[in-house]
């Protein structure tokens, strides 16, 4: 069962219910094998893979902005009452940088604002503008040091997915008891909230009641922020099945306004911080004990974690080309098959990406 201490209010049950019927009903499914990329895409991924934007200086040419906060994938800058954020093309997991993805970065920018436009009636968001295909421009917010990471199946293979620590004899995660004969990539019982927090660079799985006692939110701001991440969940499940995909799992961000009210930030159901599997064929090899047909990340994770030790190997093998270039594919394909929108790359894969940039933010500000 469900934490129930501060689960109360969150609608556990119904969305359980609910999760439970959505992924039972008919759908179209989505075939990766005869989903055929758009020639013009095709040529721009494989021109754009030693053009990727890795690295931004804003603060070196946009007057006004900040020094640069450097993320995994993001470059963060401040001006007195937004941020300025830039999406790159790196791409991370196991808490380091694996590879360059051409167009990753507009693909996670324009997916998140899609999503932020269209989940206002759950929460508000800090989204302010998108000057540029990279560029997020967003209202600044105390954020809460908690990532809500939110599970419809048992599946993954980083040191804090379901499985992984389920596979390790763990019954009790972060709030929630974990039955016997749970089998990988099985569908849960009910929506699983598993929130982490930092620590020494590395996600720390945390339950909501140690949230509370460590001082991290308070018990009503987590009561809030967990009824939201269900709720936005839950809805992304629902589109997504729309268009043949499952959402497997996914995690939130969530700040606090000088008003004092909560609003969703950073990125939202994107293919970086989001599962996503081909519903059509999920029941099928799911009988024949194989892994799902995935549209996201986790191949080029399974690569590096066959080919080395991602979380202890100083230096990492070059991902092959023919995985960047399908990783980019799959990318857009998900953008555009979720929000029924044509991606729009840029017609010269050489043009300076920076410089551009800067003129859109100039522009903007």
Not at 287 to 303: A, S, T, V
Not at 327 to 344: F, N, P, Q
């Amino acid at each position: 069962m469900p934490p129930a201490a501060l689960a109360s209010g969150t609608g556990a049950a119904s969305l359980a219910l609910r999760s439970r019927n959505l992924c039972c009903a008919a759908t179209a499914g989505v075939d990766l094998k005869s989903a055929v990329s758009r020639p013009e895409i095709s040529q721009a991924i494989r021109e754009a893979v030693p053009h990727c934007l890795t690295e931004t200086r804003l603060d070196e040419t946009v007057p006004g902005l900040g020094p640069k906060r450097r993320g995994k994938v993001r470059d963060v800058y401040e001006t007195k009452d937004h941020l300025v954020i830039v999406t790159t093309d790196r791409m991370s997991a196991f808490d380091r940088v694996l590879a360059s993805i051409p167009f990753k970065g507009q693909v996670l920018n324009q997916t998140s604002v899609w999503w932020f436009n269209n989940t206002r009636h759950i929460t508000p968001n800090a989204f302010v503008s998108a000057p540029d295909p990279n560029v997020t421009i967003a209202r600044k917010c105390a954020v809460f040091p908690v990532e809500f990471v939110v599970r419809g199946y048992i599946t993954g293979s980083t040191s804090t997915s379901l499985w992984t620590v389920y596979n390790q004899g763990i019954r009790y995660y972060c709030g929630n008891d974990l039955p016997e004969g749970l089998i990988k990539n099985q569908r849960l019982d009910y929506l699983m909230l598993t929130p982490t927090t930092k620590s020494d660079d590395h996600d720390r799985p945390i339950s909501g009641e140690e949230i509370v006692e460590q001082g991290l939110m308070s018990e009503a701001d987590y009561k809030s922020v967990s009824s939201k991440a269900l709720a936005l969940f839950a809805y992304g499940q629902e589109v997504a099945l729309k268009h043949g995909l499952l959402l497997v799992d996914t995690k939130y961000e969530f700040g606090k306004m000088a008003d004092g009210s909560i609003c969703l930030i950073d990125e939202v159901h994107t293919p970086d911080s989001s599962r996503y599997w081909i519903a059509g064929s999920y029941e099928e090899r799911m009988k024949q004990g194989l892994e799902p047909e995935n549209i996201d990340k986790e191949f080029l994770r399974l690569w590096f974690k066959d080919n080395c030790n991602p979380y202890k190997d100083k230096v990492l093998p070059d991902a092959p080309v023919e995985l960047v270039t399908e990783l980019a594919w799959r990318y857009i394909h998900l953008y555009e098959t979720i929000t029924s929108e044509k991606m729009i790359v840029p017609e010269k894969a050489e043009e300076d990406a920076h410089e551009r940039i800067t003129r859109s933010v100039i522009q903007a500000l």
